[in-house]
Protein backbone atom coordinates (compact mmCIF):
# COMPACT_ATOMS: atom_id res chain seq x y z
CA UNK A 1 0.00 0.00 0.00
CA UNK A 2 0.82 3.43 -0.53
CA UNK A 3 3.34 5.81 1.85
CA UNK A 4 1.94 9.50 1.30
CA UNK A 5 4.63 12.12 1.70
CA UNK A 6 3.77 14.84 3.60
CA UNK A 7 4.97 18.32 4.14
CA UNK A 8 4.68 20.22 7.70
CA UNK A 9 4.18 23.97 7.34
CA UNK A 10 5.22 25.68 10.61
CA UNK A 11 6.75 24.11 13.63
CA UNK A 12 5.11 25.58 16.60
CA UNK A 13 2.87 23.45 19.35
CA UNK A 14 1.10 22.09 15.87
CA UNK A 15 3.14 21.28 14.06
CA UNK A 16 5.20 19.39 16.47
CA UNK A 17 2.24 17.41 17.63
CA UNK A 18 1.37 16.74 13.46
CA UNK A 19 4.78 15.30 12.87
CA UNK A 20 5.01 13.05 15.75
CA UNK A 21 1.97 11.64 14.63
CA UNK A 22 2.68 11.09 11.03
CA UNK A 23 5.91 9.62 11.75
CA UNK A 24 4.08 7.07 14.38
CA UNK A 25 1.75 6.31 11.23
CA UNK A 26 3.42 3.37 8.92
CA UNK A 27 1.59 5.02 6.18
CA UNK A 28 2.96 8.21 6.48
CA UNK A 29 6.15 9.83 6.48
CA UNK A 30 7.22 13.67 6.90
CA UNK A 31 9.84 13.80 4.40
CA UNK A 32 10.12 17.73 4.10
CA UNK A 33 9.29 20.85 6.98
CA UNK A 34 9.59 24.31 6.86
CA UNK A 35 9.59 26.97 9.02
CA UNK A 36 10.54 30.46 9.04
CA UNK A 37 13.29 30.26 11.45
CA UNK A 38 15.73 28.52 9.67
CA UNK A 39 17.61 27.09 12.12
CA UNK A 40 14.79 24.89 14.11
CA UNK A 41 14.08 23.65 10.74
CA UNK A 42 17.23 22.24 10.60
CA UNK A 43 16.93 21.30 14.15
CA UNK A 44 13.82 19.72 14.14
CA UNK A 45 14.65 17.79 10.67
CA UNK A 46 17.70 16.31 12.14
CA UNK A 47 15.45 15.39 14.86
CA UNK A 48 13.02 13.79 13.16
CA UNK A 49 15.15 12.15 10.58
CA UNK A 50 13.42 14.78 7.44
CA UNK A 51 15.03 14.16 4.56
CA UNK A 52 14.10 18.17 3.12
CA UNK A 53 14.16 20.95 5.34
CA UNK A 54 12.78 23.70 3.12
CA UNK A 55 13.87 27.52 3.09
CA UNK A 56 10.52 28.40 1.66
CA UNK A 57 6.70 27.18 1.61
CA UNK A 58 7.31 27.03 -2.44
CA UNK A 59 9.86 24.64 -2.33
CA UNK A 60 7.81 22.56 0.25
CA UNK A 61 4.79 22.41 -2.23
CA UNK A 62 7.96 21.72 -4.95
CA UNK A 63 9.18 18.85 -2.55
CA UNK A 64 6.63 15.57 -3.87
CA UNK A 65 4.33 15.81 -0.85
CA UNK A 66 1.54 13.88 -1.03
CA UNK A 67 -0.12 16.44 2.16
CA UNK A 68 0.49 19.85 2.88
CA UNK A 69 -0.17 20.36 6.51
CA UNK A 70 -0.43 23.84 7.22
CA UNK A 71 0.23 24.66 11.06
CA UNK A 72 1.12 28.60 10.25
CA UNK A 73 -0.32 31.48 12.33
CA UNK A 74 -4.12 31.72 11.82
CA UNK A 75 -4.46 34.66 9.56
CA UNK A 76 -1.97 33.31 7.06
CA UNK A 77 -3.84 29.89 6.59
CA UNK A 78 -5.96 31.19 3.32
CA UNK A 79 -3.27 31.70 1.32
CA UNK A 80 -1.25 28.84 2.02
CA UNK A 81 -4.42 26.49 1.41
CA UNK A 82 -5.10 28.12 -1.68
CA UNK A 83 -1.44 27.49 -3.19
CA UNK A 84 -1.18 23.81 -1.83
CA UNK A 85 -4.36 23.40 -3.97
CA UNK A 86 -3.41 25.47 -6.89
CA UNK A 87 -0.28 23.29 -7.15
CA UNK A 88 -3.15 20.19 -6.44
CA UNK A 89 -1.58 18.83 -3.06
CA UNK A 90 -3.70 17.05 -0.65
CA UNK A 91 -3.85 19.86 2.55
CA UNK A 92 -4.81 19.05 6.58
CA UNK A 93 -4.86 23.07 7.56
CA UNK A 94 -5.15 23.41 11.50
CA UNK A 95 -7.66 25.01 13.10
CA UNK A 96 -9.64 27.58 12.70
CA UNK A 97 -9.28 27.03 9.11
CA UNK A 98 -9.21 30.64 8.25
CA UNK A 99 -10.58 33.93 10.29
CA UNK A 100 -12.63 35.90 7.30
CA UNK A 101 -16.07 34.96 5.99
CA UNK A 102 -14.64 35.85 2.63
CA UNK A 103 -11.89 33.53 2.94
CA UNK A 104 -13.62 30.48 4.09
CA UNK A 105 -16.21 30.43 1.01
CA UNK A 106 -12.29 30.61 -1.24
CA UNK A 107 -10.97 27.65 0.47
CA UNK A 108 -14.18 25.98 0.05
CA UNK A 109 -14.71 27.14 -3.67
CA UNK A 110 -10.88 26.09 -4.17
CA UNK A 111 -11.13 22.49 -1.80
CA UNK A 112 -14.14 21.88 -4.24
CA UNK A 113 -12.52 22.44 -7.57
CA UNK A 114 -9.32 21.01 -7.06
CA UNK A 115 -10.85 17.33 -6.10
CA UNK A 116 -8.17 17.20 -3.50
CA UNK A 117 -8.39 15.47 -0.06
CA UNK A 118 -8.73 18.35 2.46
CA UNK A 119 -9.02 18.02 6.22
CA UNK A 120 -9.72 20.98 8.99
CA UNK A 121 -7.58 19.81 11.74
CA UNK A 122 -10.37 20.12 14.02
CA UNK A 123 -8.96 17.68 16.41
CA UNK A 124 -11.37 17.94 19.41
CA UNK A 125 -13.61 15.15 16.89
CA UNK A 126 -11.19 12.90 17.81
CA UNK A 127 -11.31 13.09 21.93
CA UNK A 128 -12.55 9.32 23.21
CA UNK A 129 -15.42 11.07 24.47
CA UNK A 130 -16.08 12.89 21.35
CA UNK A 131 -16.43 9.50 19.90
CA UNK A 132 -18.17 7.91 22.48
CA UNK A 133 -20.65 11.00 22.16
CA UNK A 134 -21.15 10.48 18.61
CA UNK A 135 -21.74 6.89 18.65
CA UNK A 136 -24.82 7.58 21.32
CA UNK A 137 -26.15 10.35 19.26
CA UNK A 138 -26.08 8.49 15.77
CA UNK A 139 -27.51 5.45 17.74
CA UNK A 140 -30.53 7.24 18.68
CA UNK A 141 -29.28 6.61 23.27
CA UNK A 142 -30.18 10.04 23.90
CA UNK A 143 -33.44 10.66 22.01
CA UNK A 144 -33.61 13.89 20.59
CA UNK A 145 -31.12 16.30 21.96
CA UNK A 146 -32.61 19.67 23.04
CA UNK A 147 -29.66 21.45 24.85
CA UNK A 148 -26.18 20.98 24.83
CA UNK A 149 -22.78 22.36 26.45
CA UNK A 150 -19.55 22.52 24.89
CA UNK A 151 -17.16 24.54 26.71
CA UNK A 152 -13.46 25.54 26.44
CA UNK A 153 -11.47 26.34 29.95
CA UNK A 154 -8.06 27.05 30.22
CA UNK A 155 -5.46 29.06 31.89
CA UNK A 156 -4.06 29.57 29.17
CA UNK A 157 -1.85 32.71 29.26
CA UNK A 158 1.49 31.18 28.52
CA UNK A 159 0.52 30.69 25.01
CA UNK A 160 0.12 34.29 24.20
CA UNK A 161 3.30 35.30 22.80
CA UNK A 162 4.35 35.90 19.32
CA UNK A 163 1.86 36.27 16.62
CA UNK A 164 -0.62 35.61 19.45
CA UNK A 165 -0.27 39.09 20.51
CA UNK A 166 0.63 40.74 17.16
CA UNK A 167 -0.80 44.46 18.10
CA UNK A 168 -1.46 44.37 14.14
CA UNK A 169 -3.66 41.37 14.67
CA UNK A 170 -4.74 40.33 18.07
CA UNK A 171 -6.71 36.91 18.30
CA UNK A 172 -10.12 36.71 19.29
CA UNK A 173 -10.24 33.48 21.39
CA UNK A 174 -13.62 32.51 19.66
CA UNK A 175 -11.86 31.43 16.88
CA UNK A 176 -8.23 30.74 18.85
CA UNK A 177 -10.33 28.47 21.42
CA UNK A 178 -13.87 28.74 21.28
CA UNK A 179 -13.82 26.69 17.36
CA UNK A 180 -13.46 23.50 19.76
CA UNK A 181 -16.10 23.32 21.46
CA UNK A 182 -18.35 25.26 18.92
CA UNK A 183 -16.76 22.49 15.87
CA UNK A 184 -17.68 19.21 18.27
CA UNK A 185 -21.26 20.60 19.10
CA UNK A 186 -21.51 21.31 15.38
CA UNK A 187 -21.18 17.37 14.90
CA UNK A 188 -22.99 16.03 17.29
CA UNK A 189 -26.00 18.54 16.67
CA UNK A 190 -25.93 19.71 13.24
CA UNK A 191 -25.43 23.23 12.04
CA UNK A 192 -26.15 26.30 14.90
CA UNK A 193 -27.84 28.98 12.88
CA UNK A 194 -27.76 32.27 15.25
CA UNK A 195 -25.41 32.85 18.25
CA UNK A 196 -25.79 35.19 21.17
CA UNK A 197 -22.51 36.59 22.68
CA UNK A 198 -21.57 38.38 26.23
CA UNK A 199 -18.14 38.52 27.54
CA UNK A 200 -15.92 40.48 30.63
CA UNK A 201 -11.97 40.91 31.20
CA UNK A 202 -11.37 40.50 34.86
CA UNK A 203 -8.50 37.46 34.56
CA UNK A 204 -5.60 38.35 32.36
CA UNK A 205 -2.79 40.47 32.66
CA UNK A 206 -2.94 44.94 31.80
CA UNK A 207 -0.94 44.05 28.89
CA UNK A 208 -2.29 40.83 27.72
CA UNK A 209 -3.83 42.15 24.42
CA UNK A 210 -6.42 39.67 24.31
CA UNK A 211 -10.18 41.65 24.67
CA UNK A 212 -12.30 39.15 26.34
CA UNK A 213 -11.03 36.63 28.78
CA UNK A 214 -14.61 35.29 29.55
CA UNK A 215 -16.59 34.44 26.97
CA UNK A 216 -20.24 33.31 26.80
CA UNK A 217 -22.18 32.04 23.42
CA UNK A 218 -25.98 30.98 24.22
CA UNK A 219 -26.58 29.07 20.56
CA UNK A 220 -29.54 28.26 18.48
CA UNK A 221 -29.33 25.16 16.55
CA UNK A 222 -31.18 24.02 13.07
CA UNK A 223 -32.36 21.63 15.07
CA UNK A 224 -34.42 23.05 17.65
CA UNK A 225 -32.02 22.34 19.96
CA UNK A 226 -31.02 25.25 22.18
CA UNK A 227 -27.13 25.50 23.81
CA UNK A 228 -24.28 26.98 25.55
CA UNK A 229 -20.53 27.41 25.06
CA UNK A 230 -18.28 28.87 27.46
CA UNK A 231 -15.00 30.27 26.40
CA UNK A 232 -12.45 31.00 29.58
CA UNK A 233 -8.40 31.81 28.65
CA UNK A 234 -7.23 32.65 32.59
CA UNK A 235 -8.98 31.04 34.77
CA UNK A 236 -7.70 29.20 37.60
CA UNK A 237 -8.09 25.26 37.27
CA UNK A 238 -7.19 22.45 34.76
CA UNK A 239 -7.62 22.20 31.37
CA UNK A 240 -11.47 21.63 30.07
CA UNK A 241 -12.99 20.67 27.02
CA UNK A 242 -16.28 19.99 28.52
CA UNK A 243 -19.44 18.56 26.85
CA UNK A 244 -22.53 17.58 27.90
CA UNK A 245 -25.61 16.61 25.70
CA UNK A 246 -29.55 16.68 27.25
CA UNK A 247 -31.50 14.11 25.17
CA UNK A 248 -35.33 13.14 25.61
CA UNK A 249 -33.90 9.29 26.76
CA UNK A 250 -30.84 10.05 28.39
CA UNK A 251 -28.09 12.53 29.53
CA UNK A 252 -24.41 12.71 28.71
CA UNK A 253 -22.41 14.90 31.18
CA UNK A 254 -18.14 14.56 30.00
CA UNK A 255 -17.49 11.12 31.29
CA UNK A 256 -20.89 10.30 33.35
CA UNK A 257 -23.84 8.76 31.48
CA UNK A 258 -27.60 8.69 32.39
CA UNK A 259 -30.23 6.38 30.89
CA UNK A 260 -33.59 5.98 32.42
CA UNK A 261 -34.21 2.93 30.31
CA UNK A 262 -32.32 0.94 32.61
CA UNK A 263 -34.98 0.10 35.75
CA UNK A 264 -33.72 1.77 38.87
CA UNK A 265 -31.24 3.74 37.83
CA UNK A 266 -30.81 6.16 40.24
CA UNK A 267 -27.57 7.98 39.99
CA UNK A 268 -24.98 9.08 36.46
CA UNK A 269 -23.09 5.70 35.51
CA UNK A 270 -19.50 6.73 34.98
CA UNK A 271 -17.92 5.97 31.47
CA UNK A 272 -14.36 4.87 31.61
CA UNK A 273 -12.84 7.11 28.87
CA UNK A 274 -9.10 8.24 28.61
CA UNK A 275 -8.46 11.62 29.64
CA UNK A 276 -9.05 14.78 27.21
CA UNK A 277 -6.13 16.36 27.26
CA UNK A 278 -4.13 16.50 24.64
CA UNK A 279 -0.96 14.48 26.88
CA UNK A 280 -0.93 11.12 26.69
CA UNK A 281 -3.40 10.25 24.12
CA UNK A 282 -3.78 9.77 20.52
CA UNK A 283 -5.85 12.38 18.69
CA UNK A 284 -3.00 13.78 16.71
CA UNK A 285 -2.66 9.43 15.69
CA UNK A 286 -6.54 9.11 14.95
CA UNK A 287 -6.43 12.63 13.22
CA UNK A 288 -3.65 10.97 10.95
CA UNK A 289 -4.98 7.75 10.52
CA UNK A 290 -8.16 9.22 9.46
CA UNK A 291 -6.93 11.30 7.00
CA UNK A 292 -4.77 8.47 5.11
CA UNK A 293 -8.52 6.36 5.17
CA UNK A 294 -9.55 9.44 3.18
CA UNK A 295 -6.38 9.46 0.88
CA UNK A 296 -7.13 5.55 0.61
CA UNK A 297 -10.77 6.12 -0.40
CA UNK A 298 -10.79 9.70 -2.04
CA UNK A 299 -13.70 10.29 0.72
CA UNK A 300 -13.60 13.97 2.52
CA UNK A 301 -12.69 13.63 6.10
CA UNK A 302 -15.06 13.91 8.79
CA UNK A 303 -14.21 17.97 9.36
CA UNK A 304 -13.28 18.70 5.65
CA UNK A 305 -13.29 22.48 4.04
CA UNK A 306 -17.10 22.91 4.47
CA UNK A 307 -17.22 21.60 7.85
CA UNK A 308 -14.03 23.88 8.74
CA UNK A 309 -16.03 27.14 7.17
CA UNK A 310 -18.81 26.90 9.26
CA UNK A 311 -17.48 26.62 12.27
CA UNK A 312 -15.40 29.62 11.07
CA UNK A 313 -18.65 30.87 10.22
CA UNK A 314 -19.89 30.17 14.06
CA UNK A 315 -17.19 31.92 15.63
CA UNK A 316 -17.32 35.11 13.57
CA UNK A 317 -21.46 35.40 14.15
CA UNK A 318 -19.96 34.68 18.16
CA UNK A 319 -17.34 37.88 17.47
CA UNK A 320 -20.00 40.07 15.67
CA UNK A 321 -22.34 39.64 18.77
CA UNK A 322 -19.70 40.62 21.03
CA UNK A 323 -19.51 43.48 18.51
CA UNK A 324 -23.39 44.04 18.77
CA UNK A 325 -24.63 43.14 21.48
CA UNK A 326 -27.55 41.29 19.76
CA UNK A 327 -28.11 38.01 18.27
CA UNK A 328 -26.00 37.32 14.70
CA UNK A 329 -27.06 34.63 12.39
CA UNK A 330 -24.79 32.41 11.27
CA UNK A 331 -24.09 31.83 7.61
CA UNK A 332 -24.37 28.14 6.74
CA UNK A 333 -24.08 28.35 2.81
CA UNK A 334 -21.01 26.86 1.52
Known amino acids: MKTYKIGVAALGFAGMAQIEAFQKNPRTRVTAAWSRDADKTARVCSQWAIEKPCESYEQLLDSGIDVAVICTPDHLHTEYCLQALGAGINVLCEKPLVTALDDAKRVVAAAKASGKVFMTGQCAR ?166 VECLDTGRQPVADAVEGAKTVATCLAGIESLRTGQ ?4 CNDF
Not at 221 to 227: T, V
Not at 258 to 279: I, K, S, W
Not at 327 to 330: E, G, K
Request: hydrophobic letters at 45%; aromatic letters at 10%; a negative charge.
Open 126 to 291: FFPRSLFAKGLVERGELGDIFFAEGDYIHDAEAFFRDWRVDPERPQNMVLGGGCHPLDLLRSLLGDIVEVHANANRMCVAPENPIREDCILLSLRFASGAIGKTLITIACKRPYSLGLSLYGTAGTLVDEKLFLPRYTGLQDFMAVPLAPHVHEGNNIFDEQAAHL
Open 327 to 330: PVAV
